[in-house]
């Protein structure tokens, strides 16, 4: 037996939500982003859902097979562009910078995504149908390539009995092979008289979720539904003076921050992410103490966030959609 030497994970959005277009062997299919050695590529896994049934002749229960439960899933990488937060908030516009926002009517795009493991005696495939992005986790900092953890509620399931291996391998999305690094700035009240720039900040974690409904067609089958979006959930990690020189932000009024990450090879290619109403709720000390300075987190929570961006590529439509 020869072992699979050859593994990865490939998207295709759906002009049919539900539909499949990955389904013949030369479907072109793209690369979600770049993979480092801590990043472990997982494909989606259904749960069989069963049922205990009890008589007063036996003391064991007999097992009964219900429906296949299809667990939301995630998904980890570097970005090259800004498609997993287009899965995530759903509207997209083509301006100069483009934008991407929350989409406020209708469903947003779902996709197709497929992860083979092939090379081998034995190869793998798994394919989910009918993706919704309901989940965003995002950090980027100096010295880190920005990385983005997507999570993914579907809707159907497919193996190897259900479709043929790819002979097309997958590309980068606009054929673009460099991920944003750095943090190159965080501005808080963006866009306005009062904009601060804020040194202190060397590193910002944030998460967001959108709530669903699922309902069951089949044993097999389910009907996914985003509904409407939580808060968004901001750390900032900072080298401060002091702890006091926080307090004023904490007492003013919410405003508008703004993160900002570029391209190592063109800084004129940019990924800006604004967090709209933003507030702080903490500071904690966490007593680590570098040349009389201290290493804190600064807690904050925003009601939506949105993204400006250069788009790299020829076709914006490809990639940042209307829904059909």
């Known amino acids: 037996m020869t072992n699979n030497t050859e593994n990865f994970m490939a998207w295709k959005w759906e002009t049919t939500n539900g539909t499949p277009l990955i389904t013949a062997a030369d479907s072109v299919t793209y690369l979600f982003g770049l993979y480092g050695e801590d990043i472990r ?118 193996s190897e009995a259900d479709r043929v291996a790819l002979t097309t391998a997958p590309i980068y999305p606009e054929t673009i092979e460099s991920c944003y690094v750095g943090l190159s700035e965080v501005l808080w009240d963006y866009g306005e008289a009062g904009e601060d720039n804020w040194d202190e900040i060397f590193e910002v974690e944030y998460s967001q979720q959108q709530n669903f409904t699922q309902h069951y067609t089949s044993k097999t089958t389910q009907i996914v539904y985003p509904q409407t979006y939580g808060s968004v959930d901001i750390t900032f990690h900072a080298v401060l003076n002091q702890n006091t020189q926080w307090e004023d932000y904490i007492a003013r009024n919410i405003k508008d921050v703004a993160i900002k990450t570029t391209k190592p090879n063109d800084i004129t290619k940019y990924k800006q992410i604004v967090f709209a109403n933003c507030q702080i709720t903490q500071v904690v000390d966490t007593h680590i103490a570098y040349d009389g300075k201290v290493l804190a987190l600064i807690k904050a929570r925003a009601e939506s966030y949105s993204v400006n961006f250069t788009h790299e590529g020829s076709n914006f439509a490809t990639y940042y959609p209307a829904y059909a």
């Open 41 to 158: 590529v997982s494909p989606p896994s259904p749960n069989q859902k069963l049922s205990e049934i009890l008589t007063n002749q036996y003391k064991n229960p007999t097992l009964s097979k219900g429906v296949s439960e299809l667990p939301t899933w995630k998904h980890q990488f570097h970005p090259v562009n800004c498609v997993p937060d287009m899965m995530f908030l759903g509207s997209a516009t083509d301006a100069n910078p483009d934008t991407l926002s929350i989409k406020h009517t209708g469903l947003k795009h779902s996709f197709t995504s497929r992860w083979e493991y092939k090379g081998g005696t034995n190869p793998r495939r798994i394919q989910s149908v009918g993706n919704y992005t309901i989940g965003m986790y995002g950090r980027m900092g100096i010295d880190i390539s920005h990385i983005v953890e997507i999570t993914n509620a579907w809707q159907k399931f497919e």
